[in-house]
């Protein structure tokens, strides 16, 4: 048996708090630990929920999920971070949007089924700036933001670990549901794969080519660079003859990502992080119909498009992300500066489209009725500035041994939004037909709309992690935190684990935890003509705090708060089997959420208020509801000899259920809750994901073949319609779906491996809808698996 193996037999089936992860994944990696066959030493590394500088990862009393990802990088189906790891963590989801404007273009995730904004990500164990985006529109995460995974290329990756458990006392705001920490590669030698797919029925061509390289820097120093380049093509699901273009956004542009340290004597080193993406993406629109087609006809001009056309909403994506930092011994403390700085910019540009208003000005002035076909739509950015500096130190005098670490953040957020050309929202003819100002598809950022606000934080906290006996530990954390704009918050853990037996690991935590409202939620303003009876009236989402807000009643944003719950245990009777199963609960209160839309016919009060300022219909963010998620986790892992090769089985669940306990109006709200709030909006909130999701993978090793076989298997969902209950129509019900990815590879030698497969080989898709009720217009919503279908893969993959 290699090293190699025997590192990932541990990382399965060591009794400790890593959960068993997808053979396949592990396989390849350096584990968390070494064998306890092995002669080799315990390997140790750092590990998310922990501040122990030697912990190893059967130390810590938290559920974390180990995933090394080298195998996607070599041999994946799945081309992009966030849908690798939703085909590999019961707990995580991320489903590709179609007509839901801006969420089409970057794609989000989230954990246990809270909002993608609820989950804190961390690079390097540093924290990684959210998107400037916050989605308004598509089947999940609405009002949320959330980091883009797919901006960090899988070949980059070392590991992925998951946190299973609320960590703000430890991490900070948005670490309600859980934390990612995406650890990158800085070891020495050169690979490079490359990768292409397209689904079975021709379309969604995707190429990617990947290459990673580690160069030696002075005597023990490193330096690795990954370069990637993404060529996706657009995938099309609308029936012939359907105008309309229903599926995947069409992305292409380069990716680079630098990671290294470089030794300074002894134990002192600096290290560094610097990533960066260019990437554009483009989604469609739903379609105008063609003149005398019964659409509106302001919205479309003969001369340009007499048989109707399909606006397409382009989006220039700039990603920056970058770490600095220091790392030395102050005596027997271990110190640790650092700097961070993320940039997120998305600008946005529509073609294929006009403003109808100018071309109808045009034709009124004796021209054919000409506008512009694209147009700069405006866009925003948001960028954080954070500052750590690190102390902890273990002390083996007390108990057993206590390791106490302290340390503080000072971080600095901005956020921007800039207009875009007049002519992407202005109304030039005047006349008032419904619809025809602004560029079609998307109207343009208004200057009303601009917006550059910043904010500040500081934190404190202290981390205690006891090892009270040999078999029990206890870990204790107290943090708060200033916010310049809302105020001061204070949290704290305790968790503990108990080893009953050789076999058997009792574990559990509670904590408190809280997330800020983002700047997105507070300051996002979006401002579009509607003409109610002839007269022109801006609509608008209005930023908290501003005239309209005010004018409503809208108190200012403040921080959700949370109580977190973990039960759970990890079982090894042998050493080809292992288990783990953890209980939970969330429950959050004062919850973000966007409203609905507010005007004269469901609230007369406010119509008038909203009339006499010249807007006539508006919508907020607004603390509104309370929470409670309940759920479990389970995995479980196997392997045996199985002729002459060997069988590994991986199986994880989820299960997850998100209720709405309280919806609470602001005073001036009170008796609209179902308008602040309506049954459509609690359903994306209660279940935007499935409820339960189950994955069970088979690898089998036989000389150079290998073989895996995945199936996953997706709950049921039940979506609100347009129309509603109230009105007779009933709601949306997705049913249970399964589906399987295959992939075979020859190993032509240690160096180089050629991987064919399928992905969703029984071409599954979503339960059909009524399409005037779904919010894409299509027959079925982006739920479970999306709806692309079936899809072929070959991947070359060369070490050098």
């Avoid at 995730?109 to 400037?132: M, Y």
């Avoid at 690795?224 to 069409?250: L, Q, V």
């Avoid at 006499?612 to 919508?619: I, R, Y």
Wanted: aromatic share 10%.
């Amino acid at each position: 048996m290699t090293i190699m193996r025997k590192a990932v037999l541990l990382a399965l089936y060591g009794v400790g708090s890593v959960a068993a992860v997808t053979p396949a994944l592990v396989f390849g990696q350096t584990a968390p630990a070494a064998d306890k066959a092995s002669d080799a030493p315990i390997q140790t590394m750092v590990i998310v929920g922990s501040r122990r500088v030697n912990t190893s990862a059967t130390d810590t009393p938290l559920p974390v999920d180990f995933i090394a990802v080298s195998k996607s990088a070599e041999q994946g189906g799945q081309f992009d971070l966030a849908q690798t790891l939703a085909n590999i963590s019961p707990s995580f989801n991320s489903t590709r949007q179609t007509g839901a404007d801006g969420a089409d273009l970057v794609d989000s995730a989230a954990l246990r089924g809270l909002g993608s904004d609820q989950t804190l990500v961390l690079v390097n164990g540093k924290r990684r700036h959210t998107v400037a985006l916050v989605n308004l529109f598509g089947a999940r995460n609405r009002g949320n933001t959330g980091t883009d995974l797919n901006a960090i290329p899988v070949m980059a990756i070392s590991n992925v670990q998951v946190l299973r458990d609320g960590a703000a006392a430890q991490y900070g705001s948005d670490a309600i549901a859980g934390v990612m920490d995406i650890s990158l590669k800085k070891n020495l030698g050169c690979e490079a794969s490359f990768g292409y797919s397209q689904y079975s029925v021709g379309d969604g061509k995707n190429y990617l080519p990947s290459a990673y390289c580690g160069i030696k820097i002075g005597e023990k120093g490193v330096i690795g660079i990954t370069a990637e380049y993404t060529d996706r093509g657009r995938s099309n699901r609308a029936d012939p003859g359907n105008p309309r273009t229903i599926g995947d956004t069409k992305v292409t542009g380069p990716t680079v990502y630098l990671n290294g340290e470089v030794p300074n004597g002894g134990h002192d080193k600096f290290y560094f992080t610097l990533g960066t993406q260019q990437r554009k993406a483009s989604s469609a629109a739903w379609a105008r119909g063609g003149i005398g087609s019964g659409d509106i006809p302001s919205r479309n001009s003969a001369a340009m498009y007499p048989n109707g056309f399909v606006p397409y909403i382009n989006g220039d994506i700039n990603d920056i992300y970058g770490t600095a930092g220091y790392r030395w011994e102050i005596g027997e403390w271990h110190a640790d500066l650092s700097q961070t700085y993320g940039f997120n910019e998305l600008k946005y540009n529509i073609s294929n489209t006009l403003n109808a208003s100018i071309a109808n000005k045009d034709l009124l002035s004796g021209g054919k009725g000409i506008s512009p076909n694209s147009f700069d739509a405006g866009g925003f950015s948001f960028s954080q500035a954070t500052t750590n500096l690190d102390f902890s130190k273990f002390f083996d005098g007390f108990m057993n041994g206590v390791n106490v670490a302290f340390g503080g953040e000072y971080r600095r957020e901005n956020y921007k939004i800039f207009a875009g050309e007049p002519g992407s929202y202005n109304d030039v003819d005047g006349i008032g037909f419904g619809g025809n100002a602004g560029s079609q598809g998307f109207p343009g950022f208004q200057p009303s709309d601009r917006t550059d606000r910043s904010r500040n934080s500081i934190a404190g906290y202290v981390d205690i992690e006891t090892d009270v006996t040999n078999r029990l530990k206890l870990q204790t954390a107290v943090r708060g935190e200033h916010y310049s704009d809302f105020g001061s918050t204070l949290t704290g853990k305790l968790a503990a684990s108990y080893k009953a037996t050789d076999s058997l690991l009792l574990r559990g935590s509670v904590s408190t935890g809280f997330r800020a409202p983002s700047l997105q939620q507070v300051y996002f303003s979006s401002t579009f003509t509607d003409f109610i009876s002839g007269v022109p009236m801006d609509v608008v989402l209005a930023p908290n705090g501003g005239v309209v807000a005010n004018a409503a009643g809208i108190p200012k944003l403040k921080q959700e708060t949370s109580n977190n719950y973990t039960l759970g245990l990890t079982f090894k009777p042998s050493n080809t089997f292992s288990m783990t199963a953890d209980l939970y609960r969330i429950d959050i209160a004062d919850r973000i959420v966007l409203s609905g839309r507010f005007d004269a016919s469901n609230y007369p009060a406010l119509g008038a208020t909203l009339s006499a300022l010249g807007v006539g219909q508006a919508q907020f963010f607004v603390n509104s509801i309370n929470t409670k998620t309940q759920g479990l986790d389970l995995t479980a892992s196997h392997k045996t000899d199985l002729g002459a090769g060997k069988l590994s089985t991986y199986l994880g669940l989820n299960y997850s259920k998100t209720e709405v306990t309280k919806v609470q109006a602001p005073p001036s709200l009170k008796g609209y809750e179902d308008v602040l709030l309506s049954e459509r909006e609690r359903l994306f909130i209660e279940q935007g994901g499935p409820r339960m999701k189950a994955t069970i993978t088979f690898d089998y090793d036989q000389g150079p073949w290998s073989t895996e076989f995945k199936v996953i298997h997706y709950g049921s969902q039940t979506l609100g319609t347009f129309s509603g209950t109230a009105a007779g129509v009933p709601n949306a019900y997705y049913e249970p779906k399964t589906s399987a990815d295959m992939a075979v590879t020859y190993a032509f030698n240690d160096k180089t491996k050629l991987t064919i497969g399928a992905t969703n080989v029984f071409n599954v898709t979503p339960t059909r809808q009524n399409p005037d009720e779904t919010d894409n217009g299509f027959y079925y919503d982006s739920v479970q698996f999306g709806l692309g279908g079936r899809a072929y893969f070959a991947k070359l993959w060369k070490k050098f």
